[in-house]
């Protein structure tokens, strides 16, 4: 048999498997980005169980095909591009530009003091002031960031873990100071603690009273701020350190069991919290192994809500995603060869029913985006929206074999992972162990030697490259004045302030920690007694102590 003789259409699987024997094929590894080996061709027997137990209809559960009956039809996903550089002031002019230009939602990218805690006069954080996300250190700033902008309209994501409920506060005293009821505000923080001792490592405090704080979050949101998503248990970050697709579902869907359990713990009624809590997944660009990925995500977070924890509330099922392409399948050679892989990995979380998006532009391997970049990326949305009518069908591979058994087989990758956690004590003995981060960095190795060895092929870096190349797109820049202007603002709240209450305040937190109070309600009254982010996650830091992570290698 030649290449070029076709093979005759035999009787069975097995006989077709035999027709192959001897044809060429090409010099490459078939297996998915996460290296689990692929078959030829995929078929009925590679799916298991019967259509109507594993995949039911959408809005119904087990939600494998979708969250909701109409899916698109009803309502597009949300275009929220994250943003944030510079000043408040900087950044607000970016959300006004974004919002005109048709984004539906905010999204709120905060420079690396702010992640850590940190005021933006604080020693420890000369030259990071503003430069990979906007420098909030007060609801001063908070109210900058938000000004002319109508909080009780908008949906806002904010990105935020170690001290999320601290910016939350910010939000919600912001909120009050324009006259916004906070209990019509909408959006979400991230505010996933679990995921930082995993992969991102932007912590405050050590894990058992990080957790304490995010069930303050959810026992205070239920009631005072209902409409608020108060926790977005993130893939993204472990995804983007170096796990596998399954690694990422697995550890995600781990982190957000163990929220339920400790709100359970607080006395919460399942059903009173679970409906509020998001989730955030990376895209990357396998594109069928993505589709898979979300489909499995909501099956099996239905099934452990409903048949493990007793939720009865089909709103507890509901998984609901927030989707960001990939950072880390963007390379700074060829940049513009970037929009083409944003383009397929939004396309994947669009097929695989996100109801949040976020599109990477091409230059963030060099830079913040330029308006240009960005604006690219919104357009890419909003072509796959209005042109390729992909949104006009639920699930519209549903059904596929190749689809069905990856999404089998990753369901069943994620089991196993939780059966070694639980056989580990839980997600924090495994965490203080080390287990999920080494386990994600002999991920992150096997690739990088792939494509080192040229076994997976990334166009511009290990293919079709062009030698030295002179980059020609524009850069955005960060104003050299900006942290200078931040610590000139913060001396002046400092000095005008009432300091009697922000000490009054400050010391209510210190009590707090140990009396059993809410903090989130005790760090909405800082704010407006306008105490900084620095104060209060110092007074954090001193009752609680800082986390020291384990040595994995």
């Not at 002019?93 to 539906?104: A, D, I, P």
């Not at 205070?220 to 995804?239: A, D, E, L």
């Not at 992150?444 to 797109?473: F, H, M, P, W």
């Amino acid at each position: 048999m030649t290449d070029t003789q076709p093979i005759q259409a035999p009787e069975g699987r097995d006989a077709w498997r035999a027709a192959l024997e001897g044809s060429k094929t090409r010099d490459v590894e078939f297996t998915s980005i996460s290296g689990t080996p692929l078959e030829p061709l995929y078929g009925p027997d590679d799916v298991q169980g019967t259509p109507e137990d594993q995949l039911g209809y959408p809005g119904q559960f087990p939600y494998t095909r979708g969250v909701h009956p109409t899916m698109y039809r009803g309502r597009l996903w949300t275009m929220r591009q994250f943003a944030g550089f510079g000043t408040a002031r900087e950044t607000n002019e970016r959300f006004k530009f974004l919002l005109e230009h048709g984004q539906t939602g905010l999204s709120v990218a905060f420079d690396f003091p702010t992640l850590m805690g940190r005021d933006s006069d604080d020693e420890m954080c000369r030259g990071e002031v503003g430069q990979v996300g906007v420098a909030i250190s007060s609801l001063a700033d908070m109210e900058q960031l938000f000004d002319g902008i109508p909080m009780g309209e908008v949906s806002t994501s904010m990105t935020i873990n170690g001290p999320a409920p601290i910016l939350l506060a910010f939000y919600i005293a912001c909120a009050e100071r324009q006259g916004v009821d906070p209990a019509v505000i909408r959006g979400t923080v991230q505010n996933d603690i679990l995921k930082e001792y995993q992969a991102q490592h932007a912590w405050l405090v050590p894990p058992e009273p990080a957790l304490r704080m995010i069930t303050d979050v959810m026992e205070y949101c239920s009631t005072q701020v209902p409409k608020w998503n108060t926790i977005s248990i993130s893939g993204y970050h472990i995804r983007e350190a170096g796990s596998t697709a399954a690694q990422e579902l697995a550890f995600t869907l781990a982190n957000g069991l163990e929220y339920v359990r400790r709100g359970i713990a607080r006395g919460m009624d399942v059903d009173a919290f679970a409906p509020r809590l998001s989730f955030f997944f990376d895209s990357h660009l396998d594109f069928f192994e993505e589709i898979a990925k979300f489909r499995a995500a909501r099956r099996i977070w239905a099934r452990k809500l409903r048949e493990e924890f007793g939720a009865k509330d089909p709103r507890s099922w509901m998984l609901r995603f927030h989707t960001q392409t990939a950072g880390v399948s963007l390379t700074a050679q060829q940049p513009e060869n970037n929009i083409v892989r944003t383009a397929f990995e939004a396309l994947a979380a669009v097929l695989g029913g996100t109801q949040s998006l976020h599109t990477n532009s091409m230059d963030e391997t060099l830079s913040l985006p330029t308006e240009k970049a960005v604006k690219i990326a919104l357009r890419t949305q909003q072509v796959i929206a209005e042109e390729t009518e992909v949104a006009h069908v639920a699930d519209p591979l549903g059904g596929s074999y190749f689809v069905e058994a990856m999404t089998d087989r990753l369901e069943a990758e994620a089991e196993a992972y939780f059966a070694e956690v639980e056989k580990r004590g839980g997600v924090v003995p495994s965490i203080e162990a080390g287990y999920f981060q080494k386990e994600i960095h002999d991920s992150a190795v096997s690739y990088q030697r792939a494509v080192e060895r040229g076994r997976k092929r990334v166009v511009g870096v290990n293919c079709y490259t062009e030698g030295e190349e002179d980059l020609e797109i524009e850069l955005h820049r960060i104003r050299p004045e900006v942290e200078q202007e931040a610590r000139e603002n913060l001396a002046r709240l400092r000095a005008e302030r009432d300091q009697e209450r922000a000490a009054t305040s400050l010391q209510a937190i210190r009590s707090g920690c140990h009396d059993g109070s809410n903090l989130l309600e005790l760090f909405v009254a800082a704010a407006h007694a306008d105490c900084t982010l620095g104060e209060i996650a110092q007074v954090l830091r001193e009752e609680f102590g800082e986390y020291v992570e384990p040595k994995i290698l």
